[in-house]
């Protein structure tokens, strides 16, 4: 039997094989080479599996599902069964990991002794920087706050605690949220690894990201990325640290904006605390959540 690898990851992707390709190259870019991965179609009608098997590389493997579930839950939890590695990590197939992903995050869960590491994210639209996603501010948990899944590195073992994802239709969060918190509940320890490991592109934020088939945005960051990360990293931060934040106000200077984004915070905290899948206000936020990610389905150019 083949020895197991240090780390399996899982690649959910649906009818994204032009900008899987820069993902793939990502990842076989890793400084870390012990490594599976799982590429698990959510029913992909495109040219996928030829992008996945034109690396020629035994450590990726293809994986379609017969019935497409319109999220990467299923997908997930495909790959989770079949899941190897001491170590688990979810890849988004839009998403692009530094060269020194796994192996940074694997030494800081193992000299922590964390469950879940994870570094800093630095999230893009078509216009370049938006935001960057770290740990938490002092005094906020981690179960009120989010990191998106491409970040993380789970121990098998809290994966074995927390179980499969939850198909959305039964939910009123999304999906990848809803596992964050999950992780948080089974008493998570979370460390933080204090550098950027990835590049983060969210189809929202890209109008018809799944119809438009055009040269896509990562393949300028990935030639960026091969040939010179501790540059690009650099770049992307600083560009970050010069955009104006929602407190970078100066005096006379309308503060509705603040009020808003301050309102938003103390309303997601409060039910937070009173339960958005329990309680009194779970109907409510299922039929909120549903009815929004129909919204970013028609946005992404996905059918209902």
């Known amino acids: 039997m083949a020895a197991l690898p240090i780390v399996s990851v899982i690649i959910a992707t649906y009818n994204r094989s032009h900008t899987l390709r820069f993902t793939l190259q990502s990842l076989l870019n890793q400084e870390l080479t012990d490594f599976e991965a799982w590429v698990v179609g959510d029913s992909c009608t495109d040219d996928s599996e030829a992008v996945v098997r034109s690396f020629n590389d035994s450590r990726l493997h293809w994986l379609n599902l017969p019935v497409n579930s319109g999220s990467q839950a299923m997908p997930n939890n495909a790959g989770l069964r079949r899941a190897r590695g001491r170590y688990i990590a979810f890849l988004g197939h839009d998403d692009l990991w530094f060269p020194w992903y ?24 078509p216009e370049g920087v938006r935001l960057c996603i770290g740990p938490p501010r002092p005094g ?42 999950r992780l948080c509940d089974a ?40 040939a010179q990360p501790l540059a690009l990293e650099r770049r992307l931060l600083l560009e970050r640290a010069t955009l104006p934040t929602i407190f970078s106000y100066t005096f006379g200077e309308p503060a509705l904006p603040m009020l808003l984004y301050a309102f938003r915070i103390v309303f997601r905290r409060t039910f937070d605390l009173l339960g958005r899948d329990e309680g009194w206000f ?12 129909r919204m970013m389905r028609r946005k992404r150019g996905l059918s209902l």
């Open 102 to 125: 796994l192996n940074r995050l694997v030494a800081c869960a193992e000299a922590e002794g964390a469950d879940v590491a994870h570094g800093l994210c630095i999230a893009l639209g």
């Open 140 to 181: 906020l948990a981690y179960r009120a706050h989010f990191v998106p899944p491409s970040c993380w590195l789970l121990r098998r073992t809290i994966v074995e605690r927390c179980g499969f994802w939850n198909d959305p239709l039964s939910i009123g969060t999304p999906v990848d949220f809803h596992y964050w918190r």
């Open 187 to 226: 008493g998570a320890t979370i460390r933080f690894c204090t550098e950027a490991t990835m590049l983060k592109f969210p189809s929202s934020w890209f109008r018809l990201a799944y119809q438009d088939k055009s040269t896509p945005v990562q393949a300028a960051y990935w030639e960026e990325l091969a």
């Open 282 to 293: 779970a109907p409510f936020f299922y039929l909120r959540f549903q009815r929004q990610r």
